[in-house]
Every structure is written in structure tokens, then in C-alpha cells.
């Protein structure tokens, strides 16, 4: 099974709201890492965070790592239209390559 | 970062049929990887590509079905042999410094077979 797992597999607010994304894991990691996949796209490295960090801020994005739960989430804040897109996580517990979650897909209303 | 371009970017094919599906980046990288996706679901890891040696396969492909070239550091190639319905999905080439590092993707080739 798939080493990372994400949820809700589907989320849907309005322009404005914040979204959060969860991802959950089985074994330990080195990191973690959040990507981004608009639709008829390739996927968009959003970000890492290693297994010694609890936090990581990018613009509009906030991830945090407790890796005594084995979990991730993803907050976007005041989501915007052109968010509506697929969140995967990936983890690099299988021989250090990274395993890809189910995704969460995201629709922002406008 | 990266530019990655794969061609053809979709194609709909007969069942027992090959088709070779490219990957050119615009600059030298380490490493190469070809993934599947499937509709709505998530990516499968098939092989590293590997430059001037075979290719590193997953568990579950094999080099028959799924030859790969990389003839040098910005380019590489995936075959996809005999295909069945059951290959119908998104292929995907990423490049990256290894496996646990950020990749970068292109946007994949959307493969049906009929």
C-alpha cells in the first residue's frame, strides 16, 4: 500500500477560506515533501520538510510534521481560485525513494 | 529550475502496439525517472533512467514491457510494448538530484489504448 495517505480525498471551499490537507505515514522518514497537480498537468514541488523540522512556512503555505503521530498537514491560507488543483504528499521511507500519497483534490470556489 | 518537455503530450492507440514516449530537459541533470499515474489516483514509480547503463526497474516492471533509453544527460526515452487497456494512463517524466530530493515533472503523456 501506498506510504503516504491523504486526507480528505476531496475538499471544497469558497475563495477566501483557508484549505488544511493531512497525510498520514507508516514507517519513518528522512522527509517529507508536498506537491501540487493542476489538472492536465505535471506535478509542482511545493515543498520539503525534514524529520527534524516541525514547521515550514512558504508565502501562503504552512507545513508542519509531527513524526511522533506519523503525520503531515498542509494549510493554505486565504485560498484563491487557482489553487483548485491535487495535493500529493510523498515520503521517503521505501529505500529512500519517495512513495507517492493518494492526493487530496482541492476545489476553490470562486 | 528545470524545463522538461515530453512528447507526445497524448495518443490513442491500438491494442499490441509500441509507443515511445520522450523526455528532453533543457539542462544536464543526475537523474531521471519514469512514472505512472493512473486516473485519479496516485504515481507508481517504474524505473530510473540511467545514463549510458539499463535501467533501474521497480518491483512489478520490467525491462520488456517498459524499455527505457537515456542516450545522455538531458534526454531519455520510455517505451511502452504490447499494450493492453490496462495501460491506458498518464506517463510521467521527473528529473531530480535523487530519488528523496524535489522533483520536477513534466506534464506527461495521456496514453488511452483501445
Known amino acids: 500500500s501506498q506510504q503516504g495517505e491523504e486526507d480528505p480525498q476531496a475538499l471544497s471551499i469558497q475563495e477566501g477560506e483557508n484549505a488544511t490537507m493531512n497525510c498520514s505515514y507508516k514507517t519513518s522518514i528522512n522527509n517529507l515533501q508536498w506537491y501540487r497537480q493542476n489538472s492536465g498537468r505535471g506535478l509542482v514541488h511545493l515543498i520539503l520538510i525534514r524529520s527534524n523540522e516541525r514547521e515550514k512556512h512558504s508565502g501562503r503555505l504552512r507545513v508542519t510534521l509531527d513524526t511522533s503521530k506519523k503525520s503531515s498537514s498542509l494549510l493554505i491560507t486565504a485560498s484563491r481560485a487557482a489553487d483548485t488543483a491535487s495535493y500529493f504528499c510523498?515520503?521517503?521511507?521505501?529505500?529512500?525513494?519517495?512513495?507517492f500519497g493518494d492526493g487530496t483534490t482541492l476545489t476553490v470556489k470562486p | 529550475s528545470a524545463v522538461i518537455s515530453q512528447k507526445p503530450s497524448r495518443d490513442i492507440c491500438q491494442r499490441g502496439t509500441s509507443l515511445t514516449i520522450q523526455c528532453q530537459v533543457d539542462?544536464?541533470?543526475?537523474?531521471m525517472f519514469w512514472y505512472r499515474q493512473q486516473p485519479g489516483q496516485s504515481l507508481t514509480l517504474i524505473a530510473t533512467?540511467?545514463?549510458?547503463?539499463?535501467?533501474?526497474?521497480e518491483s512489478g516492471f520490467v525491462i520488456d514491457k517498459f524499455p527505457i533509453s537515456r542516450p545522455n544527460l538531458t534526454f531519455s526515452t520510455l517505451t511502452v510494448s504490447n499494450m493492453s487497456p490496462e495501460d491506458s494512463s498518464i506517463y510521467l517524466c521527473?528529473?531530480?538530484?535523487?530519488?528523496?530530493?524535489?522533483?520536477?515533472f513534466g506534464d506527461g503523456t495521456r496514453l488511452s489504448i483501445l
Open positions: 521527473s528529473v531530480g538530484d535523487s530519488l528523496n530530493q524535489p522533483q520536477h
Open positions: 510523498a515520503t521517503d521511507a521505501n529505500a529512500g525513494k519517495s512513495t
Open positions: 539542462s544536464q541533470v543526475t537523474m
Open positions: 533512467a540511467n545514463q549510458g547503463s539499463e535501467a533501474t526497474y
